[in-house]
């Protein structure tokens, strides 16, 4: 009775078996299981690196109360910014830098006349005052304060006088002549305003700073002509006075 040969391929008693090829093929399988075996082990050291990290980073950020922008910020950022929170949400305020011009304009200093005590300078007793204020038919138009006020100011009986020839004087009281007449504004300067219809958009406070700052009635009535006078108060006037170069 003759041998069978056998079927398996793989087995040595096979007369067609190649043994460099077989050897050949488990090289390979078990060079392909080994690196099978290294990159799994290399992707989850990745995976536990990257894992540590991401724990030390917000363990750190934590630790400093830092949001991801304060972080660039602090590390990337030319300038500070304000936080601001606002219905829960941080809202970053970069900071506002706003060059004003400064700008120079010299201000006379504006005397305000009030009642004083002492005796005044005029060198008349007060009653002697009053009488003449009554012989020129002006005592009627003040009451006893206002009187105080302009005799222990020393205004004459003249700049009274000459405020009531230019029909202006009973746009005004003691205290306001008082200060008309420390500032030395002529009764004329007045009586001009007046008579250009101006005189509603001053009061003797205003008249005094306009006049020593030496605005001329004429540019006033530039700016009540092209409408902005209502607008402006005496100080604005004198500013774009000298703006304009006077």
């Not at 005094?208 to 700016?223: A, D, G, H």
């Amino acid at each position: 009775m003759s041998k069978q040969r056998t079927n398996n391929p793989g087995s040595i008693t096979d007369p067609d078996f190649n043994l460099d090829e077989y050897l050949s093929e488990q090289a390979d399988q078990n060079y392909q299981q080994k690196n099978d075996d290294q990159e799994v082990e290399t992707t989850s050291f990745s995976r536990n690196l990257i894992l540590i990290c991401a724990l030390s980073a917000a363990a750190f950020l934590w630790y400093f109360d830092w949001s991801p922008r304060n972080v660039y910020n602090f590390f990337f950022a030319d300038e500070v910014t304000t936080s601001t929170r606002v219905g829960g949400f941080n809202i970053q305020i970069p900071p506002i830098n706003v060059d004003i011009p400064e700008i120079d304009i010299d201000i006379p200093e504006i005397r305000v006349g009030e009642a004083q005590t002492g005796t005044s300078n005029l060198g008349i007793s007060f009653t002697d005052y009053m009488a003449e204020l009554n012989d020129l038919g002006y005592l009627d138009q003040f009451g006893s304060s206002s009187l105080s006020t302009l005799y222990s100011n020393s205004v004459p009986v003249e700049y009274i006088d000459g405020l009531g020839k230019a029909g202006i004087l009973a746009n005004f009281g003691g205290t306001s002549i008082s200060t008309l007449y420390s500032n030395k504004v002529p009764s004329s300067f007045i009586e001009e305003l007046s008579k250009e219809g101006l005189m509603d958009n001053f009061g003797s406070t205003s008249i005094s700073r306009l006049y020593t700052n030496n605005v001329p009635i004429s540019f006033i009535k530039i700016l009540e002509d092209r409408g902005l006078l209502d607008n402006m108060s005496s100080q604005s006037v004198v500013d774009a006075y000298k703006l304009d170069g006077e």
